[in-house]
């Protein structure tokens, strides 16, 4: 059974830190492109981080230089290290491959605010 479950979300003040986990099963993990995305609410999900099979990585510029995205192949797990967060980085963020396949997981609620 293919799954994405994403963890780690939580109510954090701006400028704090959060670590989410993405653990897939059922899927071809390692050779493809992984990446996280973030639904906010009226607004369509977007792509912010991508990390290759190879361990290349780029960033949207709303986050570059305070997210950072990893991987562990042999876990099948993806990581997003957010720091300095911001109020806007309010959202539900998922894992999925770049591009994505057609399922998606539940997803984990990220809010910043004081």
């Known amino acids: 059974q293919r799954q994405l479950v994403e963890s780690g979300g939580g109510l954090v003040q701006p400028g704090g830190s959060l670590r989410l986990a993405c653990a897939t099963s059922?899927?071809?993990?390692?050779?493809?492109?992984m990446g996280w995305y973030r639904q906010a609410p009226g607004k369509q999900r977007e792509l912010v981080a991508r990390?290759?099979?190879?361990?290349?990585?780029d960033y949207a510029d709303s986050v570059k230089d305070r997210f950072a995205i990893s991987r562990i192949n042999a876990k099948n797990t993806v990581y997003l290290q957010m720091n300095d967060l911001k109020p806007e980085d309010t959202a539900v963020y998922y894992c999925?491959?770049?591009?994505?396949?057609?399922?998606w997981g539940q997803g984990t609620q990220v809010t910043v605010s004081s």
């Open positions: 999925n491959k770049v591009p994505s396949l057609a399922f």
């Open positions: 059922g899927i071809i993990f390692s050779a493809y492109p």
């Open positions: 990390i290759t099979s190879g361990g290349s990585t």
